[in-house]
């Protein structure tokens, strides 16, 4: 068993059900784990402050204050899972092999627990001699990310790191998303009726062809260097009442996701032109459409000062003694979606860096212990390097 504070810390969180309750109807939420994140913090003599995103769904925020003014930096993670069907002891925190188990464990309860543990290593070292350092524990980022809208509303830091999972690779760019809906309007009559019908799921099936050729053309456009191309897929698909009739509705939700370059809005317009289209080649077609929710794309220059110190840190915690042997750190691309849009949105230079694992939103879910240890070190060595350089 690894013998280490922070993977003392991950199993205790790892044993807290923090399901979000917006995507599993009755679930738990963040309020719990809130409470036992505040409760640590307080005890390594951070000033913890709590920001109350929604009912029961509270940011949690440690601050570690340096001797003198300097930059700020902020580690952000958050604290909400996805379900848990299909896991047998989601909340049983297992190590085996090296490796630590359980729901939450690599997305991103190791990430939260490396953030947390490294002020701990910094305050038992005589804390910063310069600048300060706030540990942003947020709720939501599984669904809406409504605690990271809220944080950056109240707090703001010279840089930030969120420490989702990447491999231990230092990641400056994620691709975004547009959630778009489709209704297609039809005309009910009974099956045996034809001229008295239009078939609305037959009006989709334009619809889907026209969306599998823009798809094509996305993905044969010149790739991002870190996160290649656009794409778009069908996500969820229902109409029609009964086989003996001409089906009046036809729903659609579709998700595009987006790169860095392109504009806000773009697949609801991509959408609204295919509508305009079809329209205009059959007067009779009807259709509508309108954007549900959409998070726009993220990328940090790679020369950016934040990304050449934390090259440093991430070096020198790798070169450690007790760090298990590494190549340099490499500099990539995430394909998900990450608060640090939000982060970056809100003019806070964010990065990505986090432990290695596997798993994510599956049955079996895992992180390599050592590695949330290595990412608790290159945390801790980054807050000394960039706080204190004014």
């Known amino acids: 068993m690894t013998q280490d504070p922070v993977i003392d810390l991950l199993k205790a969180l790892v044993r807290i059900d923090s399901v979000n309750p917006s995507l599993v109807s009755g679930a738990s939420g963040e309020a719990a784990i809130a409470r036992a994140l505040a409760e640590h913090m307080r005890g390594m003599g951070l000033d913890v402050h709590i920001q109350d995103v929604a009912e029961g769904r509270p940011n949690v925020v440690g601050v570690l204050d340096g001797r003198e003014p300097g930059r700020s930096l902020m580690f952000c993670g958050h604290i909400d899972t996805v379900g848990v069907a299909g896991m047998a002891q989601p909340f049983e925190p297992a190590e085996r092999d090296g490796r630590v188990y359980g729901r939450g464990s690599q997305d991103m309860k190791s990430g939260v627990a490396a953030m947390v543990d490294a002020a701990r290593v910094l305050r038992d070292s005589g804390g910063l001699d310069e600048g300060r350092l706030i540990i942003a524990c947020v709720v939501d980022e599984e ?13 703001y830091a010279d840089g930030a790191v969120v ?14 998303f547009e959630w778009v809906e489709i209704e297609t309007e039809g005309r009910a009559a009974h ?5 008295e019908g239009r078939d609305a799921i037959r009006l989709m099936g334009r619809v889907l062809t026209e969306l599998d050729a823009l798809d094509h053309e996305l993905q044969s456009r010149p790739p991002h260097p870190l996160l290649g191309t656009a794409s778009l897929h069908a996500s969820l698909i229902h109409g029609g009442r009964e086989l003996s009739s001409y089906p009046d509705r036809c729903h659609l939700q579709m998700e595009r996701r987006t790169v860095p370059g392109e504009q806000p809005g773009r697949g609801a317009r991509e959408v609204a032109d295919i509508l305009a289209r079809l329209s205009a080649a059959d007067p009779e077609f009807k259709a509508a459409s309108r954007q549900l929710f959409a998070r726009s794309p993220y990328e940090i220059a790679a020369d950016h000062p934040l990304v050449a110190t934390t090259k440093l840190a991430v070096a020198a915690a790798s070169s450690a003694p007790s760090a298990a042997p590494s190549a340099a750190p490499s500099v990539s691309g995430m394909s998900f979606w990450t608060d640090a849009s939000v982060l970056g949105d809100a003019g806070i230079p964010s990065l990505l860096f986090g432990p290695t694992g596997a798993g994510l ?8 212990a050592q ?5 608790r070190n290159a945390l801790a060595e980054l807050a000394r390097r960039w706080c204190g350089t004014r």
């Open 191 to 195: 099956g045996s009726r034809p001229r």
């Open 163 to 176: 420490t989702e999972p990447t491999d231990l690779a230092i990641a400056i760019a994620h691709k975004g």
């Open 371 to 375: 590695s949330v240890i290595t990412c």
């Open 143 to 155: 669904h809406e990310s409504i605690g990271a809208d809220a944080l950056v509303k109240k707090w």
């Open 361 to 368: 939103h599956g049955v079996e879910e895992w992180v390599e």
